[in-house]
């Protein structure tokens, strides 16, 4: 398993925008799915986004037309653009390679209050 690790996460004010990187320590090119997900005080660990090796995006409802991921499997990296945040998308953001029981990493805190 790759070992990940997230950045990019801070204290932003609502309407404002985010970008977060994972840097895979090895390859990913073989990793059929890459995603994101986020885990907000007092609740359960959720799907933010996920790509596949052939571009295939899913989201969750919550961050459709606001969220962007990508991934360039040549510089071992997967990114999440955040536009519009709000308050409910704070939490501590997981980057993830292979599902469950893949490879994560260790958080990255973002933060949306005024």
């Known amino acids: 398993q790759v070992h990940l690790t997230e950045s990019g996460g801070g204290l932003v004010q609502p309407g404002d925008s985010l970008r977060l990187s994972c840097a895979a320590s090895g390859s990913i090119s073989s990793i059929y799915m890459m995603g994101w997900y986020r885990q907000a005080p007092g609740k359960q660990r959720e799907l933010v986004a996920t790509?596949?090796?052939?571009?295939?995006?899913n989201y969750a409802d919550s961050v459709k037309g606001r969220f962007a991921i990508s991934r360039d499997n040549a510089k071992k990296m997967l990114y999440l653009q955040m536009n519009s945040l709000k308050p409910e998308d704070t939490a501590v953001y997981y980057c993830?390679?292979?599902?469950?029981?893949?490879?994560w990493g260790q958080g990255t805190q973002v933060t949306v209050s005024s």
């Open positions: 993830n390679g292979g599902g469950v029981f893949g490879s």
């Open positions: 790509i596949t090796n052939g571009g295939r995006l």
